[in-house]
């Protein structure tokens, strides 16, 4: 996909220095830019730096829209992507399990997704990489996964341990365990004998994560833990240099996360739903004491801009904070300074929002058209025909 010509985007108020300016910013050569160039008028909308998500699995939805019927994975990226850009999303990590449940969370369909991703990322209407959801008790398959990770670049990985959900399902929801089973084909016998066999890998856990860590580290990996229940638990993974705390589950382990001056990551959709639709704490309530760093899709990518207004709207935050929570702050837990701003040398990662009615009606990525519709294409349009 070609880079634009120069184009300035004038009228509209942009986010620049942490305020909202009436400033024109123009786009040439894949960056943000100096100087003039044609102008479109965007007078009416807001033009902010594109969205980074840390972690979304709502590409499993075009990659595997029912359990029993998987499509090509080349062509769903680029569906997922496209979903991606209508949200004003311009660099996104997939989060991809790799865990012992097997199915499209396994070792098979998590290299089956770094190939297709390899094969098509740039051909894709946004910069999207793969976040490795690692369960920590498939210690025999560790060797595979550090394979993976190098071959394909993999540079996020974050440690998951499902373990006690699936046996504390098994024990005292037996019919819902059984539903869960057959979701993967398998039988609920089948199921639970994965599931011990994964349990008795308990005390080889804690060295392999170890030497899997020192690899990562090796290979520049940012790393993190997922669901964190307390500072304990934070803390183990501290020590293997996951510093990301994302999704915890308890203020205990947000506030061990902040003592430590290790970035917070927490759902969007909690923020717009207003609580965790499993019930773990309340996103904002951790936004409000100050100990949340930034906001990821999780299973809803429309979820981010909505989150970000809602903030506003509750009057928790202004828009330039709100929406430092979606751009600037991910861009800055993942070490990249070209992104989540505005300021003249970054990417060209930028979107317009209709002031009035809050939708994305375009966005830039990485200096090419990924989305155009509204109002603003018909003024778009309206200059060359």
């Known amino acids: 996909m070609p880079l634009l010509p120069p184009l300035r985007l004038t009228g509209g108020l942009a986010l620049m220095d942490g305020a909202m300016r009436d400033v024109p910013i123009t786009v040439a050569e894949g960056a943000v830019q100096e100087g003039a160039a044609p102008a479109l008028d965007v007078s009416g ?40 850009a209508v949200n004003g999303v311009t660099t996104a990590w997939l989060a991809q399990s790799w865990s012992w449940e097997g199915g499209f969370r396994s070792g ?54 499902h373990l006690p959900e699936a046996v504390e399902l098994a024990d005292h929801q037996p019919a819902r365990f059984a539903q869960w089973a057959a979701q993967t084909k398998r ?19 804690p060295a392999a994560l170890d030497r899997i860590a020192a690899a990562f580290q090796g290979l520049g990996v940012r790393m993190g833990s997922h669901d964190d229940g ?10 293997l240099g996951a510093d990301v705390c994302e999704f915890p589950t308890t203020f205990a382990a947000a506030e061990a996360a902040r003592a430590a001056g290790e970035p917070v990551l927490m759902g969007a959709p ?39 207004w809602h903030l506003v709207d509750a009057g928790v935050m202004d828009l330039p904070a709100a929406w430092a929570m979606i ?11 070209d992104r989540g701003h505005l300021e ?42």
């Not at 029912?66 to 080349?74: E, G, Y």
């Not at 016998?189 to 005390?203: S, T």
């Not at 751009?327 to 300074?337: F, N």
């Open 45 to 84: 909308y807001l033009v902010l730096p594109g969205i980074l998500d840390l972690h979304g699995d709502g590409f499993e939805r075009h990659l595997t829209p029912r359990p029993s019927a998987p499509f090509d994975k080349r062509r769903a990226l680029h569906s997922a992507t496209a979903e991606l």
């Open 108 to 161: 098979e369909a998590t290299c089956a997704l770094l190939e297709a991703l390899s094969a098509e990322k740039a051909a894709l209407l946004a910069d999207v990489r793969v976040q490795i959801r690692l369960e920590t008790h498939i210690t025999g398959a560790f060797a595979e996964v550090e394979r993976a990770v190098a071959q394909h670049g993999v540079d996020y990985v974050v440690f998951n341990d």
């Open 230 to 239: 307390t500072a304990e638990t934070r803390g183990f993974y501290r020590g």
């Open 187 to 205: 039988s609920a016998e089948e199921m639970l004998a994965i599931v011990r066999a994964a349990q008795a890998q308990g005390p080889e856990v």
């Open 344 to 385: 003249p040398g970054a990417r060209a990662d930028v979107i317009a929002v209709n002031a009035e009615t809050r939708k994305v009606e375009m966005t830039i990525s990485g200096g090419r058209l990924a989305h155009l519709s509204g109002g603003l294409a018909a003024r778009a349009w309206g200059k060359v025909a």
């Open 327 to 337: 751009s600037a702050g991910p861009a800055r837990i993942m070490g990249l300074t």
């Open 270 to 308: 909690n923020v717009v739903r207003l609580g965790s639709q499993s019930g773990n704490i309340a996103a904002q309530s951790l936004i409000e004491a100050g100990l949340c760093d930034g906001l990821v899709s999780d299973y809803y990518y429309p979820a981010l801009a909505q989150a970000a």
